[in-house]
């Protein structure tokens, strides 16, 4: 039954090593979504896609990119994780811009 | 981008109704929603409402929208210890094509 499923759910890494996240998706949206969160506050975008249309945040570091290979999936790439970068990344798909979003359970992400 | 402001805090005890209240300053909002952040996990949708609408209720939660004061609330009646989370209320606009969150109200229900 789940709709959008984020692996790992708890990744540690160490510092300057590249690490992808994964999220998938069984709801054909069109829209796919990257959020950072950090303790206490509120998930912060860091691109989406429409379709294979990718859109930067203005803000968003180089050091992250992502990937949509298909519909259903969804890869965020981080080159070379700082410690500033440890933060629970959440995944979120809609059928179309500014429509609903739904989440996954997010990818928990230590940086050593 | 559009301000979408929450108390972050927020005490009831169990049993009691909880109101969380949020603000926000986009005039075009179409979809105004509320989700639920446990710890740990991702964002659960709990409810939306369609702008041109004053209220809905599900269950144990009613949705209050006040348009021309662009506020919104969330009333859980009979809080129990389970719904202790962050709440994220958020707006959409179709003209911008964007979704905004608010800040997230900590809700900590006392047993």
Not at chain 1, 46 to 71: G, I, M, V
Not at chain 2, 39 to 59: E, R, V
Request: glycine share 6%; net charge negative.
């Amino acid at each position: 039954d789940a709709m959008v499923i984020q692996n790992p759910r708890y990744q540690v890494t160490q510092f300057g090593k590249p690490v992808t996240l994964s999220c998938s998706q069984t709801l054909n949206h069109n829209v796919m979504y990257w959020y950072q969160q950090k303790s206490s506050q509120a998930p912060k975008l860091l691109f989406h896609y429409y379709d294979k249309d990718f859109n930067n945040e203005a803000d968003t570091p180089d050091n992250f990119q992502s990937r949509r290979p298909n519909t259903s999936f969804c890869f965020l790439d981080i080159r070379s994780p700082g410690l500033g970068d440890a933060a629970m990344y959440l995944c979120a798909t809609s059928r179309d811009r500014a429509d609903t979003q739904y989440f996954g359970p997010g990818t928990r992400l230590t940086v050593l | 981008g559009e301000d979408v402001e929450q108390s972050l805090f927020l005490s009831v005890r169990e049993g009691d109704s909880s109101v969380i209240n949020c603000t926000y300053t986009d005039s075009s909002s179409t979809y105004l929603y509320w989700y639920k952040q446990e710890p740990g996990a991702g964002l659960q949708l709990l409810t939306y409402i369609f702008s041109n609408m004053d209220m809905k209720q599900d269950q144990r939660l009613t949705v209050l929208l006040n348009k021309k004061d662009k506020h919104l609330s969330l009333r859980i009646a009979d809080t129990q210890t389970g719904d202790s989370a962050i709440y994220f209320c958020a707006e959409s606009s179709l003209t911008g094509n964007q979704f905004y969150f608010g800040t997230g109200t900590s809700l900590t229900v006392i047993p």
